[in-house]
Every structure is written in C-alpha cells, then in structure tokens.
C-alpha cells in the first residue's frame, strides 16, 4: 500500500513537470521568442526561471532548449490524433 502510494505520487509528479516542460515549449514556439529576444535568449530565460522559482531544479538552457523541441515534435502528433479522433465514428471514452 505505502509503496503504491509512493508510485501514484511519482507518476504525478512526472505528469506535473511534463506539463509545464510542455507549456513552456508552446509559450516559446507561440511567441517566436527566439526571433524577438536574440542570441541570448535562453540563458536569460533560464535566469529568470530561476530566479522566479528557486530551488527548483532542470531550468537550464539546453533543458529549456528540450522543452521547445519536446513541445515541436509532440505537437504535430496531437494535431494528427485529434484530426483522426474527429473523422471516427466511435465515440471516444473519457
């Protein structure tokens, strides 16, 4: 049971962290960030993470890079899966 426990808070945790990784790469891809901020622009955001959320770790610039490119190969699967979900005549279980 409390090893059970263990594992559901873990799975959580995960999921939590895959979302924000998640929005984070779509806030960046969506704004063109990089276009408008330059050269600088991760290390800056990495700062900023930072410094907004201390003690929390994985806000470095090549994890930051990884979030936006996470969120580029993903996103298209999504796009793809839903256009699918939407043409089926079976109905989709919550």
Do not use: C
């Amino acid at each position: 049971m409390f090893i059970q426990s263990q594992v559901k808070a873990a799975v959580k945790v995960n999921t939590e962290m895959l979302r924000f990784y998640w929005s984070l790469g779509r806030d960046i891809v969506e704004r063109q960030a990089e276009n408008h901020y330059g050269k600088s622009f991760y290390a800056n955001l990495s700062r900023d993470l930072k410094k907004a959320i201390p003690g929390v770790s994985g806000l470095t610039e090549n994890n930051i890079r990884y979030a936006k490119r996470f969120y580029e190969l993903y996103s298209q699967s999504q796009e793809i899966l839903q256009q699918v979900a939407e043409k089926s005549d079976t109905p989709i279980l919550q």
